[in-house]
């Protein structure tokens, strides 16, 4: 069984990392939250990304932005690679947890540059030390 733990990064001294994982068709990560904000992705297969105010489906080309601290779940539709950019509070004051935010209202976001061209900018992001 694979193991999840979503704070596992916690202890890196960054204000932005980056990180993936490679998920097994209709795996589920039970709800949980991240004390940072997620801009989550699938830089292959399609997820479903539930909240308490509503759920979105995101294929490869949408990305989903999680405020640090909202509770939320993930079901992979088939095999699925994950990238995730985990933002601390204050990096992003116009996102991070306002009214408009919290939730995840209205997180579901078409993404341009598509989320595949962050690639090498999160790799980038995840080899520097700040």
């Known amino acids: 069984m694979m193991q999840f733990y979503p704070d596992e990064n916690d202890h890196v001294a960054r204000p ?15 709800e949980h939250r991240h004390r940072r904000s997620q801009f989550l992705y699938a830089a292959s297969g399609v997820m ?13 080309e949408r990305a989903v932005w999680i405020p640090g601290g909202t509770p939320h779940s ?7 690679q994950t990238r995730s950019v985990l933002v601390e509070p204050g990096e992003c004051p116009g996102r ?7 939730g995840c209202h209205r997180c579901f ?11 090498p900018n999160m790799m980038w992001l995840a080899a520097t030390d700040w």
């Open 16 to 30: 932005v990392i980056a990180i993936g994982h490679d998920y097994p068709g209709s795996f589920e990560l039970a």
């Open 96 to 102: 991070g947890s306002s009214a408009k935010w919290s």
């Open 109 to 119: 976001a078409s993404c341009c540059p598509p989320p595949r061209m962050l690639r």
């Open 48 to 60: 479903a990304v539930s909240t308490p105010s509503g759920a979105w489906v995101a294929p490869p």
């Open 74 to 80: 993930v079901r992979m539709v088939g095999a699925v």
